[in-house]
Every structure is written in structure tokens, then in C-alpha cells.
């Protein structure tokens, strides 16, 4: 596994990085691991949204997923795109984007014509490609997870997002 930390960035902006972000990739498969504000542009300039198998969110702060409305734009307009992205929001995440589609001035369903979008379960394992992931709660304000990714090979990261105030 490979692990490219596109940004550590908190909900306050600054010049030396985006906000949070890691790309995580096998021979097969390229996962992002949060998309908060800035981080769309670096996927796009480390190996762009086309060659991304799926998006996971941790939580629901906008450090942590914002970014998902400029990465939408990356997919066909008028029409569903070819082949979906996988997105893994925490539980309740799915109302949450439903909510910013209306609040962008989009229209129902923006989201879901570019995205196959899933809410994952505390401790469920869940495939994206060739990666096994696991949510489990953190201590943080809010609803939070912690991710442990799991290669073709045995081999693991964890990635913690937020764990505190």
C-alpha cells in the first residue's frame, strides 16, 4: 500500500496546507480518506478523480468532507456518469449531502448521478477494490470514526481524523 497525505489542515484555513486528506492506493485501487476543503484540487494534482475507486468520510465537519461538491463537478453533468464512485458516508451522512445539493442550488439527485453513495456500520467491513475497511468510533464532539484499511497483502493503516475537541 501506498499512503499519500494530501492534506492535515483544520476547519481554519491555511497557506501551508489543505484540510484533511490521505490517499491511500494498492497496484489496483485508490481510496480517499476524507475531503475537506483545498483537497480536491490536490487529488486532481496528484492522480485525479478519474482514477479514484471511492471516497470515505470520517465524519461530518466540513474540514472533512466539504470538497465533495467540487469533486462532483469532475463527473458528467446532464447525464449519470459511466461508471460511479463509491462514496462511504458515516450514518446519516446521505440527509447531510442531500442538504448541500439544496444548498448549492442543485437539483435532486445531483449527487447520486455521480456518485453511488453508502452509509457504512461501526465495525462492518466494507470492499473498495482490493482494500477492507473498517469504521469504529473516536472520542470527538460528534459523530466520529476512525478507519482501519486493510491491503490485499495483510498489510494495515489506521487513520484516526479528529479524535478530540
Known amino acids: 500500500m501506498r499512503l499519500t497525505v494530501l492534506g492535515t489542515g483544520t476547519a481554519r484555513p491555511v497557506a501551508e496546507t489543505a ?10 485501487t485508490a481510496v480517499l480518506f476524507d475531503i475537506g476543503s483545498g483537497i480536491a ?13 471511492g ?3 470520517g465524519h461530518m465537519h466540513a474540514d472533512h468532507w466539504i470538497d465533495i461538491a467540487p469533486l462532483r ?3 458528467p453533468w446532464g447525464e449519470p456518469a459511466l461508471r460511479l464512485l463509491r462514496v462511504q458516508l458515516p450514518p446519516g451522512g446521505k440527509d ?3 442538504h448541500l445539493a439544496i444548498v448549492m442550488s442543485e437539483r435532486p439527485g445531483f449527487f447520486e448521478a455521480a456518485f453511488d453513495i453508502r452509509e457504512y456500520a461501526t465495525g462492518e467491513p466494507f470492499q473498495i477494490g482490493d482494500l477492507t475497511i473498517r469504521a469504529y468510533p473516536v472520542g470527538h464532539y460528534v459523530p466520529a470514526w476512525s478507519m482501519v484499511i486493510e491491503g490485499p497483502g495483510g498489510e494495515r493503516v489506521v487513520y484516526a ?5
Open 55 to 57: 471516497l470515505v468520510v
Open 161 to 165: 481524523g479528529d479524535m478530540g475537541p
Open 73 to 75: 463537478y469532475k463527473f
Open 41 to 53: 484540487s490536490r487529488l486532481e494534482a496528484s492522480i485525479g478523480a478519474a482514477k479514484l475507486d
Open 19 to 28: 484540510a484533511s486528506g490521505i490517499l491511500v492506493q494498492t497496484d489496483t
Open 96 to 98: 447531510r449531502l442531500d
